[in-house]
């Protein structure tokens, strides 16, 4: 039983309830100290071996602005090339769960099922870092493999959970890294950092459609199996 006065346990479920992936963005700059307090929270993310195997490239001001414009540029009309396969599939429940949140975010800001250009659009809004002042790429050693990318979504999730506790919106994307070769070369990073995703955060537009639904989770049960013998 837990106890109703346990405040830590308390304040993580509220971040957790109430942290959602953010599509829209005022335009203002995060000041750089309030960044580098996430960053610092960040950094205490655990890893296998201690091993921290993240490196960030994050972008403000001017430099958010170069990135976008050459970001929108190259995809749209480059192949996808993510630097770890995307999955081969959705099926059964993953695939239901993938289009439920799919419908919800086309519904909110007015995309009409079977309106593949209108789709197509929104899609494309990733690549525009849906407008966020700021965005921080997240990058591992090839070396460290699968792990190395493991350690780093539990980088990621700390990172939007820090950034939720400072008032800053955030919305991790799995898109950018469909052009990993193009980012590497952009940042002029070498050869053996993998691309892993891109983290666009910003002030939320309170007012923006695509910031109005909430997605669902499974209930423990249909997720958890228990082992009693």
Known sequence: ?????????????????????????????????????????????????????????????????????????????????????????????????RRECGWQLYESVGVERGDRAASSRQAARNFELFGAPHTAIVTTEAELGVYGAVDCGLYVQTFLLAAHSVGLAAVPQAALAAHSPFIRKYFDLPENRVVLCGISFGYSDAGHPANGFRTQRAPVEDTVDWVTD
Do not use: K
């Open 1 to 97: 039983m837990i106890s109703s006065d346990h405040t830590d346990t308390d304040v993580l479920a509220r971040l957790l309830r109430e942290r959602s992936s953010c599509r829209g963005y005022v335009d203002e700059q995060v000041p750089r100290h309030v960044i580098e307090h996430v960053l610092d929270l960040a950094r205490l993310t655990p890893s296998w071996c201690n091993t921290q195997p993240w490196h960030l490239l994050v972008t403000e001001g001017a430099g958010t602005a170069r990135f976008r414009d050459a970001l929108v540029e190259y995809s749209s009309g480059a192949e996808a090339e993510p630097d770890l396969p995307f999955p081969l599939t959705y099926s059964g429940i993953h695939r239901d769960r």
